[in-house]
């Protein structure tokens, strides 16, 4: 004998009902991508509408490709918005604290921080595209990089290298340091520019810990550079 159920799948503001059959002699099965429509999973809707057809929960799924045993990605992808709070919670979390949400596990977590690094380094190149990139004051330089930096949880040592005209020619990661400390000895810092032929270097760096105030270390360099 069969029996029908009713399964609630919530998509943005939209309510999904999928009537599925079991068999009452086994064990009730969960929800899984392949209960939906075909024509309500996410990839089939991506490839019909588009990609910003979607809601976050679907990109999110589609990212992670699969749940786990017995729960669809589509729930995992719901548990991660629900205990993260948001996308940006979500982009900002370390490897650490996204293995920690349930049917995460480091493979995963890799692939969520590898995508949202892609889509920051391309809305990095769109504002490279768009804007002059010619740098006279200090708002200019830090406009190049404030994207490249937010919600990084180390610190991190940049270079930009401008030519006679103060044009940007490249940027340059010189190193990553920790929470606190920001390590670049000075054969790093003017090999790149001597590599890129620049005529003069801007320096900087973020301070994860939000204290602003510079380290030894930070002092240190600054003497030995200028």
């Not at 009452?24 to 057809?53: C, M, N, Q, W, Y």
């Not at 604290?97 to 890799?110: D, Y």
């Not at 830090?142 to 490249?148: D, G, M, Q, T």
């Not at 301070?207 to 600054?222: A, I, V």
Request: glycine share 6%; hydrophobic share 40%; with cysteine.
């Amino acid at each position: 004998m069969w029996k029908s159920y009713i399964t609630v799948l919530k998509r943005g503001g939209e309510w999904i009902h999928v009537l599925e059959r079991i068999a009452e002699s086994t064990k009730r099965k969960s929800f899984t991508i392949h209960d939906l429509p075909v024509s309500e999973r996410p990839r089939e809707r991506l490839l019909k509408l588009g990609s910003e057809a979607l809601s976050a929960q679907e990109i999110l799924a589609l990212v992670l490709g699969r749940g786990i045993a017995g729960e669809s990605v589509m729930v995992t992808a719901q548990r991660l918005l629900s205990e993260l709070g948001n996308l940006k919670g979500i982009a900002n979390a370390s490897i650490e604290e996204l293995s920690k949400v349930k049917g995460i596990g480091v493979a995963k977590a890799a692939q969520l921080k590898a995508s949202f690094e892609l889509g920051n380094r391309v809305e990095e190149s769109y504002l490279y595209e768009k804007e002059e990139k010619t740098v006279r004051t200090p708002e200019d330089a830090v406009n190049l990089v404030k994207r490249r930096l937010r919600g990084k949880k180390r610190e991190h040592f940049i270079a930009l290298l401008l030519d006679t005209r103060s044009h940007l020619i490249t940027t340059s990661e010189i190193s990553i340091g920790s929470l606190d400390t920001s390590i670049a000895h000075p054969r790093e810092v003017f090999k790149e520019a001597i590599s890129a032929s620049a005529n003069s270097c801007i320096f900087i760096h973020n301070h994860p810990s939000g204290n602003p105030t510079p380290s030894g270390d930070e002092n240190l360099l600054e003497d030995v550079v200028l």
